[in-house]
């Protein structure tokens, strides 16, 4: 399997974010998961003063999820103890889930390099053994199996978005009474097309992960959608393939190609990713069908999950979901549920797909949820490649999807795309839409990134940055 010419980043180098990660960042997402297991405690609690007499069995039941949830409050304490302390990292416990010998194959590799600790190890693997290992916690405990600690963060995130999407869908009704001439009109389609992909690349600066503080009126600013702040935006976007995917798109027209989307955030990032996808289907002639791939369990805090994507097409479609907001009008609010009819249709007919709902595409969707750099893809999901290679194109979203392409290596900055993502490279044509929250970044003018670092602008990993990246898949595919 391929091995990049570079180390890996890790949290030795204090300067760097994986650094900050391991110091900051996933100490706050433990200690936000036991305060959330804390809170779902206490109102259990509750609940039992109240059903003690009148239904024993249901109080019976709601003592063991406390006890157990205890438990699973006392792991993680323990697991931040021992992260803080740069401890070494312990097999994963068997519990009937996903990629258990795979982790612990891996991790039997890193204790042999004696790279096995929270901060010695490389930090790819070590954030996705993390949340894996949450996984484990609530998986060993009868009442909390398959349990989701973030559902609640992801909602309250999700409704905070609802001036954001009710202004998107009533740009994109708008845009219903021109689908015919569109169609027609590759030139007017560039035009939107550029800012579609826009809004998509940066509904990617809403991670819950990083972006663990924000008020409601700063997301609404991170939202931003209309041509003046997509132009805006535009010049931030420190390697721009746009025009290189669109040329190559509209060599596609009405031959009924299939899109693949690898999902990256649930929410308002979703959502931005549901109508780009609507657009290329709805109002081009260049797809026919779109499969959305999902992470199988919770993975860094808001990724989307099969749940998450069914919740987003109820939660839409729900006339009370979204908080009332004074720009909302009954016009915007008819607009949503018009568009959302729409996607619900597609799912229905097969036009939307859910990965884990094609053939062998569970088994696919596991690999998403590996500690694996994507270009190994082809040797590790050798089912998953050969599905990839007969997409039309491949969007990856996000910052982890962009870590895992590059392998989360030193790549110099000015190393060309198709170099980071190794044999991957040609395999299917591939477009990675993402802003900047980690310190992989390639494909990037050196002066360029001289220049940013010379001002004291964290380039890397403030969100504020993004990469459009693009690259044709073989010429006679």
């Known amino acids: 399997m391929f091995q990049a010419p570079y180390p890996p980043y890790d949290p030795t180098d204090t300067s760097g974010f994986s ?22 405690l206490h109102n259990m609690t509750l609940e039992i003063q109240q059903v003690r007499d009148s239904d024993v069995s249901k109080a019976e039941e709601l003592s063991k999820k406390i006890t157990e949830g205890q438990e699973i409050i006392s792991e993680i304490s323990r697991l931040k103890y021992r992260m803080a302390r740069d401890h070494d990292l312990e097999n994963i416990p068997q519990d009937g889930d996903i990629l258990v010998a795979e982790y612990n194959a891996e991790l039997e590799s890193l204790k042999q390099a004696s790279r096995d600790t929270w901060f010695r190890a490389p930090w790819l693997y070590a954030e996705c053994y993390l949340y894996r290992l949450i996984r484990t916690y609530f998986n060993q405990r009868t009442s909390w199996r398959g349990y989701d600690p973030f559902s609640t963060q992801k909602e309250e995130m999700f409704k905070n978005s609802g001036a954001a999407i009710y202004q998107i869908a009533t740009t994109m009704h708008e845009l219903e009474s021109e689908k015919v001439k569109l169609q027609g009109d590759s030139d007017k389609l560039e035009v939107l097309f550029k800012e579609m992909i826009q809004m998509c690349l940066w509904g990617n600066a809403t991670d819950l992960s990083l972006l663990t503080h924000l008020s409601p009126s700063d997301i609404e600013h991170l939202q931003t959608v209309g041509k003046e702040a997509q132009e805006a935006r535009s010049d931030f976007i420190l390697k721009d393939d746009q025009g290189a995917v669109w040329s190559y798109i509209k060599t596609l027209a009405n031959q009924g190609k299939r899109l693949d989307f690898v999902l990256d955030n649930a929410g308002f990032e979703l959502f931005t990713d549901f109508v780009f996808a609507d657009f290329l289907v709805t109002y081009t002639p260049y797809f026919s069908q779109v499969v959305f791939h999902p992470k199988l369990f919770p ?69 998403w949820n590996g500690p694996w750099p994507y270009w190994n893809m082809n040797e590790l999901a050798p089912e998953l490649g050969q599905w990839m290679s007969g997409s039309g194109l491949v969007i990856f979203k996000g910052d982890l999807n962009y870590r895992k392409l590059a392998g989360d290596v030193k790549w110099p900055v000015s190393t060309p795309f198709p170099t980071a993502i190794g044999p991957l490279a040609g395999s299917f044509p591939l477009l990675s839409l993402r802003t900047n929250k980690a310190d992989v970044a390639v494909g990037i003018d050196e002066k360029v990134a001289e220049n940013l670092d010379n001002k004291g602008e964290k380039w890397r990993t403030s969100g504020k940055y993004a990469l459009v990246s693009f690259l044709p898949g073989r010429i006679n595919q």
Do not use: C
């Open 299 to 367: 993975w860094f805090v808001s990724d989307v999950t099969p749940t998450d994507f069914a919740n987003t097409i109820s939660s839409l479609l729900s006339p009370t979901f979204f908080p009332p907001n004074s720009t909302t009008t009954p016009d915007s609010v008819a607009h949503l549920q018009h568009m959302v009819t729409r996607w619900k249709n597609y799912i229905d007919k097969g036009i939307f797909t859910l990965a884990t709902d094609i053939s062998n595409g569970q088994k696919m969707t596991e690999f």
């Open 19 to 40: 650094y900050d990660t391991v110091v900051k960042r996933w100490p706050i997402i433990l200690t936000n998961i036991i305060d959330h297991v804390h809170r779902l």
